[in-house]
């Protein structure tokens, strides 16, 4: 079951296409990675998806409702993370967190006092005198308090440490548990790439590959290192090789993985003392969309 739909949905502002007939489908307790540099259409698609912005052309669903018609209806189901979090400055952290809550109307005390404690967060505090980083604390903890069906994250962890990025980590895995759907946009590759179940890649307003992280790994290439006890001869007339680097006797090179076996067999025969594979990461198959 597919709880967000958005189909051949175009988007334009004046002369500029922010979204060009992008399609994407979400299905029920899944994470969905939504990856793409700065002014790429990440942001316009949420807004879309929140009933912020109406799409010029094709539909957008929630819960299989109209994003633009039923979004009030729709906001009662979903919690929302912005990447960039505005507060009101002379309310409290807690304070917001308890407004929210009281819109929602599933107030959690237990559940939010944890939250504070692993995510370091002073509720006491005034707004006004929060980082960047403690304002987005302030707003993980007003959506990961609530019981939402859909949790929509857009740079969620943008200004906090690695420590409480990971703490964001087990949260998103808790909820997946929970069988929640979340959709998740970040330019974190590494974030993406630990949480998501299918990712999808956008480039100026088109989505231009989408799939698991398995489904990428069979269009890249895996960096082997083979150190051998003979110098290894020919490597370079071997099909499916690709920037090789010799020194001395240790060889570093690029593999397409439908060829690995064949390669390891024919460099065993010069007689292998160590060999490291390093399977390839989201950030090869983004670069090789986003490389001039």
Same mark, same amino acid.
């Given at each position: 079951?597919?709880?967000i739909?958005?189909n051949?949905?175009?988007?334009?502002?004046?002369?500029?296409?922010?979204? !060009?007939?992008?399609?994407?489908?979400?299905?029920?307790?899944? #994470?969905?990675?939504?990856?793409?540099?700065?002014?790429?259409?990440?942001?316009?698609?949420? =807004?879309?998806?929140?009933?912020?912005?109406?799409p010029?052309?094709?539909?957008?669903?929630?819960?299989?409702?109209d994003?633009?018609?039923?979004?009030?209806?729709?906001?009662?189901?979903?919690?929302?993370?912005?990447?960039? #979090?505005?507060?009101?400055?002379n309310?409290t952290?807690?304070?917001? #967190?308890?407004?929210?809550?009281?819109?929602?109307?599933? &107030?959690n *005390?237990?559940?939010?006092?944890?939250?504070?404690?692993?995510?370091?967060?002073d509720?006491?505090?005034?707004?006004?005198?929060?980082?960047?980083?403690?304002?987005q604390? #302030?707003?993980?903890v007003?959506?990961?308090?609530?019981?939402?069906?859909i949790?929509?994250f857009?740079?969620? /962890?943008s200004?906090? !440490?690695?420590?409480?990025e990971k703490?964001f980590?087990?949260?998103?895995y808790?909820?997946?548990?929970?069988?929640?759907?979340?959709?998740?946009?970040?330019?974190?590759?590494s974030?993406?790439?630990?949480?998501?179940?299918?990712?999808s890649i956008? =480039?100026?307003?088109?989505?231009?590959? /989408?799939?698991?992280?398995?489904?990428?790994?069979?269009?890249t290439r895996?960096?082997?290192t083979?150190?051998?006890k003979?110098?290894? *001869?020919?490597?370079?007339?071997q099909?499916?090789?690709?920037?090789?680097?010799?020194?001395?006797?240790?060889?570093?090179?690029?593999?397409?993985?439908y060829?690995?076996?064949?390669?390891?067999k024919?460099? &065993?025969?010069? !007689?292998?003392?160590?060999?490291?594979?390093?399977?390839?990461?989201?950030?090869?198959?983004?670069?090789?969309?986003?490389?001039?």
């Amino acid at each position: 079951m597919n709880i967000i739909e958005l189909n051949n949905v175009t988007k334009t502002f004046g002369k500029v296409t922010a979204l !060009d007939n992008i399609s994407l489908n979400v299905e029920k307790g899944k #994470v969905y990675g939504f990856i793409g540099p700065n002014g790429a259409g990440k942001t316009t698609t949420i =807004r879309i998806m929140l009933g912020i912005l109406k799409p010029d052309k094709g539909e957008a669903k929630l819960l299989n409702k109209d994003t633009w018609i039923d979004a009030v209806d729709i906001h009662k189901h979903i919690a929302y993370v912005p990447g960039e #979090v505005s507060l009101w400055p002379n309310l409290t952290g807690g304070e917001v #967190v308890d407004f929210f809550s009281k819109l929602k109307g599933n &107030s959690n *005390k237990e559940k939010k006092e944890e939250l504070y404690s692993k995510f370091d967060l002073d509720p006491s505090k005034k707004c006004r005198t929060y980082s960047k980083g403690n304002r987005q604390k #302030v707003a993980l903890v007003a959506a990961l308090a609530s019981d939402a069906e859909i949790y929509i994250f857009d740079e969620p /962890t943008s200004g906090l !440490d690695p420590l409480m990025e990971k703490v964001f980590q087990e949260y998103v895995y808790e909820l997946k548990k929970q069988n929640k759907t979340i959709f998740l946009s970040s330019h974190i590759l590494s974030e993406v790439e630990k949480l998501c179940d299918v990712i999808s890649i956008i =480039r100026e307003g088109k989505i231009v590959e /989408t799939g698991s992280l398995n489904d990428f790994r069979h269009l890249t290439r895996s960096q082997i290192t083979v150190e051998t006890k003979d110098e290894i *001869k020919d490597l370079h007339l071997q099909k499916g090789v690709y920037d090789i680097e010799t020194v001395g006797l240790k060889t570093t090179f690029q593999l397409d993985s439908y060829k690995f076996g064949n390669i390891i067999k024919f460099i &065993s025969k010069y !007689d292998i003392t160590k060999l490291e594979s390093a399977p390839p990461t989201l950030e090869d198959l983004f670069m090789r969309h986003y490389e001039k």
